[in-house]
């Protein structure tokens, strides 16, 4: 097959959110850069074979080049695109069939979206978790993030042209890797956007680090390791977030030894549960006791920054 097709924008969201094998991301050519092969014909775009699941609703939305854009079937959505992208732009699936790569895919997702919906994304995209609307548990888990946070801001740095570059490159700078949860997301946001932004700027804690145990502990946990959701290893404090609506003696055993064993090793575990992030007063008091704790100077909520939290709980938290 002469002809290619690059899929981007909602279609590579899907694509990169039904948890794709861990080698399209490991293997393959990364550094494909010209859509000078894109398909031209209505015969080429019929030449696909494409199954229904793979990319969500139709229309697909593709990159075609802005320079001489091809007349499309109406099963494609063709979004105009300079022939030569970034390094790390494309990976191919198969026959001819790229998608664009979870780093452009997050540049072109931040042309039509809010700051606070693309730290979302971001932080999605940097964490283990996908969303899945619809599903019984709203999300799907993964071993592996799409985009290092780290790398990101590199490339993000590098990256010319580009509609939505500008967005992703603000966001970029308040994107934490490792959040294992839509909520983690939430909290991580609430608790340390600086205060311009609605959070609390409470530093950069690590989400979900891994301690891995002794003997002892495994045979009292049942597990090798714990990840505490929120760790400020230097302040030796850890933030857990309780979402349980009602008491499980089970889980409630769990936690309370996990607790110790963290205590057991110098750490202040303070919980926040669901009742407490969902009401405004509650969270601020436990906000700014976790930020007196840290030695976070507290700094006078001016109106302004009073409006900025009141926007970032309404949209994270639908409030």
Known sequence: MTSSLFVSHDSALTYWRTNPPWYVLEGGDRDIRSLR???????DFQSFSIPESEFGSRPI???????SPP????????????LQLPHHSLYPLWDGVFVASPELCFVQKCGSLSFI???ELGME????YALRPGSVEGMARRDYALIDDVAFRRHAESWHGLKGIALARKVSRFLASGSASPTETKLYLLLCLPLQYGGYNLGHPELNPKFDLSSEEMAILRATNVKPDLLWRHEKLVVEYDGRQHEEQGQSNYDAMRKTILEGR??????VKRQQLYNPLAFNKFARSVGSFLGVRQRPVTPK?????EKLRSVLLGE
């Open 117 to 119: 919906e693309a730290l």
């Open 71 to 82: 007349r499309c079937p109406n099963s494609f959505k063709p979004h105009k695109q300079s």
């Open 61 to 67: 939305d593709i990159m075609v080049p802005a320079s």
């Open 305 to 309: 920054h009073r409006v900025a939290r």
């Open 125 to 128: 995209f940097c964490g283990t």
């Open 266 to 271: 110098g750490y202040t575990v303070r919980q």
């Open 37 to 43: 092969k894109c398909a031209r014909t209505v015969e």
